[in-house]
Nanobody, 126 residues
Framework: QVRLVESGGGLVQAGGSLRLSCAAS????????MGWFRQAPGKEREFVAA????????DYADSVKGRFTISRDNAKNTVYLQMNSLKPEDTAVYYC???????????????????WGQGTQVTVSS
């Protein structure tokens, strides 16, 4: 079992930056592949970024490539999402998620993940 708590969301103007953090507690953090998803009002939850246990492998949705960076610090049990050049269409609730099977890989499907945080709101104004 692992508990995930996101932080760092807020209101930012278009073109600005935010860094989301996700603190994990419970089982050994480095046993998990991690991911970020988001859900905008009236839309389905969508993949944003993923990272394997060591940070050697990452993947991004096309819509955020070149603007967002996922990273992790296993010593701090934390995964980050650095978001630059934010756009109004990035407005959503952002969720941190963990997968304990096959932590050497990255996953883009929500079905691959076992644990979810409560989410943090990101609002980008135009």
């Amino acid at each position: 079992q692992v508990r995930l708590v996101e932080s760092g969301g807020g209101l930012v103007q278009a073109g600005g930056s935010l860094r989301l953090s996700c603190a994990a507690s419970g089982r050994t953090f480095s046993s998990y592949a991690m991911g970020w998803f988001r859900q905008a009002p009236g839309k389905e939850r969508e993949f944003v970024a993923a990272i394997n246990w060591s940070g050697s492998s990452t993947d991004y949705a096309d819509s955020v490539k070149g603007r967002f960076t996922i990273s992790r610090d296993n010593a701090k049990n934390t995964v980050y999402l650095q978001m630059n050049s934010l756009k109004p269409e990035d407005t959503a609730v952002y969720y941190c998620t963990a997968a304990y099977r096959g932590a050497s890989y990255v996953y883009t499907s929500s079905n691959s993940y076992d644990y979810w945080g409560q989410g943090t709101q990101v609002t980008v104004s135009s």
